[in-house]
């Protein structure tokens, strides 16, 4: 039942009659050999179908159906959108197997290097420092209510809707004056300004008990 499609595709075929027994996984070798306790959180996902956005950094993650180096190499540039070039990555290959297992920790930018791949290799990666998510909306939010929590920022604190008012027109005209000189970098940099006041904003209201954002988030989705 687990990380094998062809029983998915059998029990989905009412023309075939399937009994699944219950037997060990290979996610308990799996677990095993790179030493980690699943109660901390982790992920299983496809590696011929990963999806960035699907990805959770901050949890254990292993990686299987990478069985080439074509495959590798997919898994690695998606890696790469969010982890460091010389992330470590442990390559499990036969886990459970006393003769046959091999575990190896490669940087990320070797991965599809240098290795023998088959239908038992699976990919681990350890939970990533919140350093290295700093582009990632967790990171924000968890910034924006630090510094509005207790040990804060004292002027962060103080803010109210009213008094961030004049702040969020004047990065409204900032972004406006960035885009006047076709500057990229400028806008970016503006854009997270604005951000920052929605966030503000949110946390706010968030605090008051009105609404969150995800709340805000929804609303434009649904828009």
């Known amino acids: 039942m687990v990380a094998e499609r062809t029983v998915k595709i059998l029990r989905n075929n009412e023309e075939v009659k399937v009994d699944v027994i219950g037997g060990q996984s290979f996610i308990d070798a799996l677990f095993s050999a790179v030493k980690v306790d699943p109660i901390e959180g982790f992920q299983l996902l496809d590696g011929t179908d990963l999806k960035r956005e699907l990805i959770q950094y901050r949890q254990h993650i292993f990686i299987a159906q990478v069985y080439d ?16 070039y010389d992330y470590p990555i442990t390559i499990v290959d036969s886990a459970g197997d006393i003769e046959n297992e091999k575990v190896n920790t490669v940087p990320l930018y070797q991965l599809d290097r240098q290795f023998q791949f088959s239908n038992l290799t699976t990919l681990y ?23 509005r929590g207790p040990g804060g920022c004292p002027w962060d604190q103080k803010q109210t809707h009213e008094s961030l008012r004049r702040f969020l027109i004047e990065e409204a005209y900032e972004v406006i004056d960035a885009i006047e000189e076709e500057d990229d970098a400028h806008i970016a940099e503006e854009l997270g300004d604005v951000l920052l006041q929605v966030m503000l904003h949110s946390q706010i209201a968030e605090e008051s008990g009105y609404f969150t954002v995800n709340d805000v988030i929804r609303s434009i989705t649904d828009k």
Not at 125 to 147: C, G, M, N, W, Y
Request: glycine content about 0%; hydrophobic content about 45%; overall charge negative.
């Open 69 to 84: 180096e074509m495959a590798a190499s997919e898994v690695k540039l998606t890696l790469m959108e969010d982890l460091p």
């Open 125 to 147: 990666i350890k939970p990533a420092d919140s350093s290295l998510l700093h582009h990632q909306f967790d990171t924000i939010r968890e910034v924006v209510a630090r510094l």
